[in-house]
């Protein structure tokens, strides 16, 4: 599905845009990473472009049809978000919540279909919460109920996939397995746009990536054009090492805690080299030579 964001403006108070005139486009089966400091708009954007929030000015288009158009059954139907937080009221079973995602095509209180079953079954074990199913989504773990959400947005079968910092309650472990479930589906054919904070993650999982900064779009291209040691310390005011993995060909970003050391000046093999401005070197060069008298 085609995403098509242009000149959104949003503001949670008069005053205080959150976002400033944000133009993106997100090909069919494309993937992008929205990076950025927090506060910079990425989770806004997110629920703008899901229907969840309505822009106050500019346009969201899915497949160039307004979203403003669509019913929540429609926008339900073609686009699935997985949010950073997501309160259950109630007791559910992981398998329950799961199932959840097929009502934008069977109904709330419709019978439960072959289709649907088997839709259910199969985001379960792509989540790898098979094992979770018949437990309450009040006794696992935050990583656990993320892995949860992401097969409840599975089992929806949407065109694309909103994805608001899904690794940050995952294990190392999980966290790749979870970006390889998203590549996976991009393979297939499906949209992503997904908000991230591991910027070495977002350069291996995505397409392209998109950088925010209070509220705009920085600069949106590939991972190598856009992760640079300039782009990255001007947003996010850090010091980063970055460099190319010589065997998965892409970039990776290493935060600095300490300026890196000054390269030592050359030295020819045997010989040392002496300031010729230090007093100390001088004694030291004075006190080696041998008197005549």
Known sequence: MHIHVEQITFAYAPGRPALRAVNLDVAGGESIALIGPNGSGKSTLLRVV???LSSDSGSVRLDGIPI????????ARRLAMVEQERPMGFDFTVREVVAMGRIPHAGRFARTSRGDRHAVERALELADVRDLADRSIRAVSGGERQRVFLAMALAQEPEALLLDEPTTHLDLRHQVQFLRIVRERVREGMTVLVAIHDLTLAAQATDRIALLAEGRIVVVGSPNDVLTASNVRRTFNVDVLIEDHPQ???RYVLPMLR???SPAPYAPRGKAMHST???ANEGSADSSTTSTD
């Not at 403003?68 to 429609?74: A, C, F, I």
């Open 248 to 250: 998965l060909g892409t």
């Open 259 to 261: 300026p890196l050391p």
């Open 277 to 279: 401005n230090s007093p």
């Open 50 to 52: 899901s229907g969840v």
């Open 68 to 75: 403003g158009t669509l019913s929540p059954r429609q926008i």
